[in-house]
Nanobody, 124 residues
Framework: QVQLVESGGGSMQAGGSLRLSCATS????????VAWFRQAPGKEREGVAG?????????DYAASVRGRFTISYDNAKNTVYLQMNSLKPEDTAMYYC????????????????WGQGTQVTVSA
């Protein structure tokens, strides 16, 4: 069974860093896109960062995190990472990994696979 498992969340003070991991049960190149999303209580889900392993490592970011977050992958480990620096309280959310974009844009389309999420809490 194909799975995505996120880890690395936690609590951090503003200005700190965290690295989230998304372990996949298949080769990264099996997926057209892998993306990180987040959802805070009472807010809509937001696409944070996307990566296309088949597209020469194409990446894109939400404006709210560009310059602070970096998405990358290690195919030897079948893992996609989200390095989050200069964290802000507004980054507090449940972070989800998604793979296998079925249609639409990377940040708003339909994905075939989702992880269970990992909580990130940033205090002022």
């Amino acid at each position: 069974q194909v799975q995505l498992v996120e880890s690395g969340g936690g609590s951090m003070q503003a200005g700190g860093s965290l690295r989230l991991s998304c372990a996949t049960s298949r080769d990264i190149y099996s997926y057209n896109y892998v993306a990180w999303f987040r959802q805070a209580p009472g807010k809509e889900r937001e696409g944070v960062a996307g990566i296309g392993a088949r597209a020469a490592g194409w990446t894109d970011y939400a404006a709210s995190v560009r310059g602070r977050f970096t998405i990358s992958y290690d195919n030897a480990k079948n893992t996609v990472y989200l390095q989050m620096n200069s964290l802000k309280p507004e980054d507090t959310a449940m972070y989800y990994c998604a793979a296998d974009l079925r249609g639409g844009s990377w940040s708003g389309g339909v994905y075939g696979l989702w992880g269970q999420g990992t909580q990130v809490t940033v205090s002022a």
